[in-house]
Protein backbone atom coordinates (compact mmCIF):
# COMPACT_ATOMS: atom_id res chain seq x y z
CA UNK A 1 0.00 0.00 0.00
CA UNK A 2 1.79 3.03 -1.16
CA UNK A 3 2.16 5.69 1.93
CA UNK A 4 2.97 9.46 1.74
CA UNK A 5 3.19 11.34 5.54
CA UNK A 6 3.88 14.71 5.53
CA UNK A 7 5.35 16.99 8.37
CA UNK A 8 7.11 19.70 8.94
CA UNK A 9 4.50 22.54 8.62
CA UNK A 10 3.76 24.83 11.50
CA UNK A 11 2.99 29.16 11.78
CA UNK A 12 5.95 31.57 10.56
CA UNK A 13 6.10 34.79 10.08
CA UNK A 14 7.19 36.55 6.92
CA UNK A 15 10.48 35.90 5.83
CA UNK A 16 10.77 32.81 7.58
CA UNK A 17 11.66 29.36 6.79
CA UNK A 18 10.70 25.83 7.16
CA UNK A 19 11.53 22.63 5.93
CA UNK A 20 8.36 19.97 4.62
CA UNK A 21 9.38 16.47 4.91
CA UNK A 22 7.48 13.77 3.31
CA UNK A 23 7.95 10.12 4.12
CA UNK A 24 6.98 7.66 1.34
CA UNK A 25 6.49 3.59 1.66
CA UNK A 26 4.95 0.65 -0.70
CA UNK A 27 6.28 1.37 -3.73
CA UNK A 28 9.91 1.85 -5.42
CA UNK A 29 10.80 5.70 -4.45
CA UNK A 30 13.67 5.65 -6.13
CA UNK A 31 12.14 4.83 -9.19
CA UNK A 32 9.45 7.28 -8.72
CA UNK A 33 9.40 11.35 -9.68
CA UNK A 34 7.54 13.67 -6.88
CA UNK A 35 6.10 16.29 -6.30
CA UNK A 36 5.00 18.68 -3.92
CA UNK A 37 1.51 20.40 -4.12
CA UNK A 38 -0.12 23.17 -2.12
CA UNK A 39 -3.79 24.27 -1.40
CA UNK A 40 -4.29 27.36 -0.17
CA UNK A 41 -7.73 29.23 1.39
CA UNK A 42 -10.30 29.31 -1.11
CA UNK A 43 -7.96 28.28 -3.91
CA UNK A 44 -7.42 25.11 -6.08
CA UNK A 45 -4.33 22.67 -5.27
CA UNK A 46 -1.28 23.57 -7.04
CA UNK A 47 1.82 22.11 -8.16
CA UNK A 48 4.49 24.02 -6.20
CA UNK A 49 8.05 21.74 -7.35
CA UNK A 50 8.67 18.26 -9.07
CA UNK A 51 12.20 15.86 -8.56
CA UNK A 52 13.61 13.28 -10.97
CA UNK A 53 13.23 9.63 -9.33
CA UNK A 54 17.40 10.58 -8.99
CA UNK A 55 16.77 13.93 -7.73
CA UNK A 56 19.06 15.46 -10.85
CA UNK A 57 15.97 17.57 -12.47
CA UNK A 58 13.93 19.51 -10.82
CA UNK A 59 10.87 21.91 -11.82
CA UNK A 60 9.53 24.85 -9.65
CA UNK A 61 6.38 27.14 -9.72
CA UNK A 62 6.85 30.60 -10.63
CA UNK A 63 5.39 31.80 -7.49
CA UNK A 64 8.18 29.72 -5.34
CA UNK A 65 11.15 29.74 -7.60
CA UNK A 66 14.46 31.40 -5.94
CA UNK A 67 12.94 30.29 -2.28
CA UNK A 68 12.29 26.77 -2.32
CA UNK A 69 14.21 24.12 -2.63
CA UNK A 70 12.90 20.83 -3.55
CA UNK A 71 15.25 17.31 -2.61
CA UNK A 72 14.97 13.57 -1.84
CA UNK A 73 16.81 11.12 -0.18
CA UNK A 74 16.44 7.44 -2.13
CA UNK A 75 18.26 5.57 0.73
CA UNK A 76 15.50 6.72 3.36
CA UNK A 77 12.43 7.48 0.59
CA UNK A 78 12.35 10.67 2.24
CA UNK A 79 11.46 14.11 -0.31
CA UNK A 80 11.55 17.34 1.16
CA UNK A 81 10.92 21.01 0.46
CA UNK A 82 13.36 23.30 2.19
CA UNK A 83 11.42 26.98 1.75
CA UNK A 84 12.44 30.45 2.65
CA UNK A 85 11.68 33.91 3.14
CA UNK A 86 8.23 32.85 3.37
CA UNK A 87 5.23 34.97 2.52
CA UNK A 88 1.85 34.99 3.66
CA UNK A 89 0.59 34.26 -0.07
CA UNK A 90 2.53 30.60 0.39
CA UNK A 91 -0.55 29.77 3.56
CA UNK A 92 -1.69 26.82 2.20
CA UNK A 93 -2.14 22.97 3.32
CA UNK A 94 1.33 21.47 1.69
CA UNK A 95 1.07 17.57 0.08
CA UNK A 96 3.14 15.21 -1.28
CA UNK A 97 2.07 13.40 -4.62
CA UNK A 98 3.20 10.37 -6.49
CA UNK A 99 1.46 9.04 -10.02
CA UNK A 100 2.36 4.94 -9.93
CA UNK A 101 0.65 3.64 -13.15
CA UNK A 102 -2.72 4.86 -13.69
CA UNK A 103 -3.31 5.69 -9.77
CA UNK A 104 -2.25 9.04 -8.28
CA UNK A 105 -1.80 8.90 -4.40
CA UNK A 106 -1.50 11.82 -2.24
CA UNK A 107 -0.69 12.40 1.78
CA UNK A 108 -2.68 14.08 4.51
CA UNK A 109 -0.81 17.10 3.82
CA UNK A 110 0.66 19.74 6.29
CA UNK A 111 -0.68 23.09 6.99
CA UNK A 112 1.81 26.11 6.52
CA UNK A 113 0.57 29.33 8.14
CA UNK A 114 2.85 32.37 7.26
CA UNK A 115 1.68 35.69 9.20
CA UNK A 116 2.54 39.25 8.43
Known amino acids: EVQLVESGGGSVQAGGSLRLSCAASGFTFSSSAMKWYRQGPGNQRELVATVSSDGGTTYYADSVKGRCTISRDNAKSMMYLQMNDLKPDDTAVYYC?????????WGQGTQVTVSS
Open 97 to 105: YVSRGFRNY
